[in-house]
């Protein structure tokens, strides 16, 4: 018999989070997620992770009655409903409200979709008995996914009266180091060697958009310097211009292997087109999360030759999705890479399966999981090797059985601290007073 899904819980939920500095302001001490658990009737439980929020909730919420009581062999056509029922109701709801650095989250119904894919998928791999990675692609065609050392400078959350997390883990430097301030190019070598002590990353991404350029190319420049085998990229998240992007990054070609999103819009040029001429003049690889993020902008990227790294993050593409930009990738002389936001282990297993799924070379994926390390929601704690995770060929399913009491745990940390959508500029005020977004300018050139 083909299982049935019989329930599908949407659970809002926190986890703590250091005050990282990006060009949106400063992370707060609660970063959020929306989980999903689907319950079928052979008592197997399948789980999803999608970024947090109302607005999120909700629309995962209006996709449980196209989902309970359906078979879990017609996962497509569960996910073909729930992808026109979104797409009609965002239809409906017209704008949405202020453009905010985090605004794209909400503009794209893959971002709900994917919270409905990952836990259908992984009932169906448990009801087959095989890895999720299989069932994605044309199967899984590595083990060993490898991923990158997330740098970020820090924030002082002595200066806030925020309840940042403290103190919560002495057991080496990193976990000491992830939440005291960090915000010079030494600090930042410090930060790359912690990881590396603990995880084994042999590569680095330096958040970047919070000082001046000039700045952020000294600590990439140190941290080559400290790991010269490492292949390292910095990410302002387009606030330069392209006149600035071409002269910080135009001679750290053997310091930087890929440049992210280096420039953004500007005047009547768009991002892919400013991102084109960067690549065109500096000969840098360009990574993006901010410019290819659907088909549409990707058939631009491509006759532009802007981006040579798409970053498809599986929960704005979907996991499907994600893995048929690796393919395209594969075919196109590209080379694929993972963008990630604050997250728990689900959303880890999600990313680790669509690379194993991922053809050809692949870039170290990104993941936040590091500033989260400890606070997983399943059984048991993923566990980095050489800077890898494996996906071993007798996983079931995603490899997670979620955890009830933690699960619930995370959800009270969300009700309790009144948690909602990310807001990076709240925290920020307590180091700028009255700081506001700006698109074109680091966050603390202000
Ligand atoms: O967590 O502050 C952050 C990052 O800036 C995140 O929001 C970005 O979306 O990691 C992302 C990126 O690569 O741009
Ligand atoms: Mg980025």
């Known amino acids: 018999m083909v299982p049935v899904i019989e329930c599908m819980e949407v659970i809002p939920v926190a986890g703590y989070d250091s005050m990282l500095l990006n060009q949106a302001g400063a992370h707060g001490p609660f970063f959020t997620r929306n989980i999903v658990v689907m319950t079928d009737s052979s008592g197997f439980t399948g789980v999803g992770e999608v970024p947090g929020g109302e607005v999120i909730t909700r629309r995962l919420e209006s996709c449980i009655p196209l989902v309970e009581g359906q078979p879990i062999g017609r996962y497509k056509d569960i996910l073909l409903a729930c992808n026109d029922h979104l797409t009609a109701s965002l239809r409906d709801q017209g704008a949405l409200g202020a453009e905010t650095a985090h605004a794209q989250i909400f503009k794209k119904v893959t971002n709900a979709l994917a919270g409905i894919e990952a836990p259908l998928l992984d009932l169906l791999g448990k009801h087959l008995e095989v890895p999720v990675a299989s069932l994605l692609g044309d199967g899984q065609v590595r083990t060993s996914v490898r991923f990158l050392a997330y740098l970020f400078y820090i924030?002082?959350?002595?200066?806030?009266?925020?309840?940042?997390?403290?103190?919560?883990?002495?057991?080496?430097?990193?976990?000491?180091?992830?939440?005291?301030?960090?915000?010079?190019?030494?600090?930042?070598?410090?930060?790359?060697?912690?990881?590396?002590?603990?995880?084994?990353?042999?590569?680095?991404?330096?958040?970047?958009?919070?000082?001046?350029?000039?700045?952020?190319?000294?600590?990439?420049?140190?941290?080559?310097?400290?790991?010269?085998?490492?292949?390292?990229?910095?990410?302002?998240?387009?606030?330069?211009?392209?006149?600035?992007?071409?002269?910080?990054?135009?001679?750290?070609?053997?310091?930087?292997?890929?440049?992210?999103?280096?420039c953004g819009a500007e005047g009547v040029f768009s991002g892919r087109e400013t991102m084109a001429e960067f690549h065109r003049i500096t000969g840098l690889a360009t990574a993006t999360n901010m410019v290819d993020t659907d088909w549409r902008e990707m058939k631009a990227a491509i006759r532009l030759d802007s981006v040579t790294i798409p970053l498809a993050d599986p929960h704005f593409w979907t996991m499907q999705g994600a893995v048929r930009v690796a393919q395209l990738c594969h075919d196109m002389d590209l080379t694929w890479g993972v963008h990630s936001n604050n997250h728990f282990d689900i959303s880890l297993a999600m990313v680790a399966h669509c690379a194993a799924a991922a053809p050809g070379r692949v870039n170290a994926c990104d993941t936040h999981y590091i500033w989260q390390d400890g606070q997983h929601l399943g059984t048991t704690a993923p566990c980095f090797k050489d800077g890898c995770l494996e996906v071993p060929r007798d996983c079931v399913g995603l490899g997670i059985e979620i955890d009830r009491a933690k699960l619930e745990a995370a959800h009270r940390l969300y009700v309790e601290n009144g948690c909602g959508t990310r807001d990076d500029a709240a925290a920020m005020q307590f180091i700028v007073p009255g700081w506001r977004y700006d698109p074109k300018r680091p966050a603390l050139v202000r």
């Open 155 to 262: 924030g002082d959350r002595t200066k806030t009266d925020l309840p940042y997390l403290a103190g919560d883990d002495d057991s080496d430097a990193w976990g000491r180091i992830r939440r005291e301030p960090a915000l010079t190019p030494d600090a930042i070598v410090r930060e790359a060697e912690a990881a590396r002590e603990r995880y084994g990353f042999h590569d680095f991404k330096l958040k970047g958009g919070v000082f001046p350029g000039e700045e952020e190319v000294k600590a990439v420049r140190a941290l080559k310097e400290r790991f010269p085998q490492a292949r390292i990229t910095l990410d302002p998240n387009g606030c330069w211009s392209l006149d600035e992007a071409i002269r910080l990054c135009g001679d750290l070609g053997g310091v930087l292997a890929y440049a992210e999103d280096p």
